[in-house]
């Protein structure tokens, strides 16, 4: 994908930032302090296009948090720090990130990824508490990150799967006629724990639905989806649930395109970069749901700054919980007076703040935000939900709300607290 023109290359790459002045770690905050976020995702290889939405994201709404949102009026600096999705190389990225000076990580793309973090956090803020780091992860979705795993730096900004899950089971039963049920997955953590929480939450919900197929296949390596679409199609399948990202996710649709496969899709990450345009330029268009946490006709406080955000990039804002994080962080320090990670970690542990779609918690049992979330349709534009998504004529639009008590799930975990 080539970059927009507006695209700032030196401020992409990890190393674009030292020359930025930072805040003293710890110490007291300042009108002019500059706090330095590191952006930990695929900015190269087959994820790179949404790893750079992300990144582009996070840098605008740093830019442009309003001053209600912002009470100690700081500036906020991300820079970007290519993992090519490997954790390994997410080691590597974070250990550059902390000789940098850099007490803020972001990350999103990759649940392996974000439990790797975390544990590596946990260590070095162990060894080295006077630097130690904070983990804001705004989209790696698996639910042991605030379970079994749960460490007292990671803070979890979007909905894990099982609440997700849970949406969307709820959803499919009552709102709709179709009861069997074809997964299809990546073999990866995050498929795995989508194939899992789908099967434990139908039966959770005795929502009568069956599941007639269940396959997980390589992640970001097949170019031909041909035989899993011809084996849902086998199945005798009324919908597939998919939790495919990226390119994996635009040969699915590709492949159920080319054979006439016009099974409702019900996925978690259909709205991300590439997707709108495929699903428009089809000739056969597919009926395709996502659940997330907005949608693209956002309104509130968002939908000004989303509007801006394609005019400048000319591509869409899609990370919304980038917003969240901001404004959880920025009224962190504004309370703590301090950005050293133990602080920052007290006052995000349960904090309630109006985040861009209305108040939420961070809990403080595990650290995971507690939000609504929708289930959007993909359609054509209207006269309520005018903004088309990628520029086309179609768009998410919300048919259906839950509330953030309706999806939450049961605290289980045990973290050691500072």
């Not at 005018?386 to 998410?396: L, N, Q, R």
Request: net charge positive.
């Amino acid at each position: 994908m080539a970059l927009p023109r507006s695209f700032n290359r030196r401020r992409w790459l990890g190393g674009a930032a030292l020359g930025v002045a930072s805040l003293a770690l710890p110490g007291c905050v300042r009108r002019a302090d500059v706090v330095r976020l590191a952006y930990i995702d695929p900015l190269s290889g087959p994820a790179s296009d949404v790893g750079r939405n992300g990144l582009l994201s996070w840098q605008f709404l740093a830019e442009h948090l309003s001053a209600e949102a912002n009470p100690a009026r700081l500036r906020f600096e991300v820079a970007g720090f290519d993992n090519k999705g490997s954790p390994q190389e997410s080691l590597h990225a974070l250990r550059a990130a902390i000789d940098q000076g850099f007490r803020v990580v972001l990350q999103g793309n990759g649940s392996g990824v974000a439990s790797t973090l975390s544990a590596a956090i946990e260590r070095h803020n162990e060894r080295f508490p006077q630097r130690g780091v904070v983990l804001l992860n705004y989209a790696a979705m698996d639910p042991s990150l605030t379970r079994e795993r749960c460490s007292f730096w990671h803070f979890r900004l979007d909905a894990d799967t099982a609440m997700k899950t849970q949406a969307l089971v709820a959803y499919l039963a009552q709102d709709t006629p179709w009861r069997r049920v074809a997964l299809l997955n990546q073999n990866y953590a995050h498929g795995q724990q989508v194939s899992g929480w789908w099967q434990r939450k139908a039966d959770e919900m005795d929502a009568g639905l069956s599941v007639v197929s269940d396959d997980l296949h390589p992640a970001f390596i097949l170019r031909d989806f041909g035989p899993w679409v011809r084996r849902v199609q086998a199945s005798g399948a009324q919908v597939l649930v998919t939790g495919n990202w990226g390119v994996d996710l635009q040969r699915l649709i590709g492949a159920m395109q080319e054979q006439g496969l016009d099974l409702p899709v019900f996925g978690y990450y259909t709205h991300l970069p590439g997707m709108p345009s495929l699903l428009a330029d089809s000739r056969r268009p597919t009926p395709v749901y996502q659940v997330g946490g907005s949608h693209t006709n956002q309104p509130g406080p968002l939908s000004a700054l989303m509007a801006r955000f394609r005019a400048r990039h000319r591509e869409d804002l899609v990370v919304t919980s980038a917003y969240d994080g901001l404004v959880l962080l920025a009224q962190a320090i504004a309370r703590a007076g301090s950005t050293s990670a133990t602080d920052l970690a007290r006052q995000m542990s349960g904090m309630s703040f109006d985040g861009f779609d209305g108040p939420v918690t961070l809990r403080s049992a595990d650290h995971q935000l507690q939000k609504g979330l929708y289930i959007n349709r993909w359609q054509p534009t209207d006269s309520v939900h005018p903004i088309g998504a990628e520029g086309t004529g179609h768009t998410f639009a919300p048919v259906r709300y839950f509330a953030g008590v309706a999806v939450s799930q049961p605290a289980q975990c045990g973290m050691v607290r500072r």
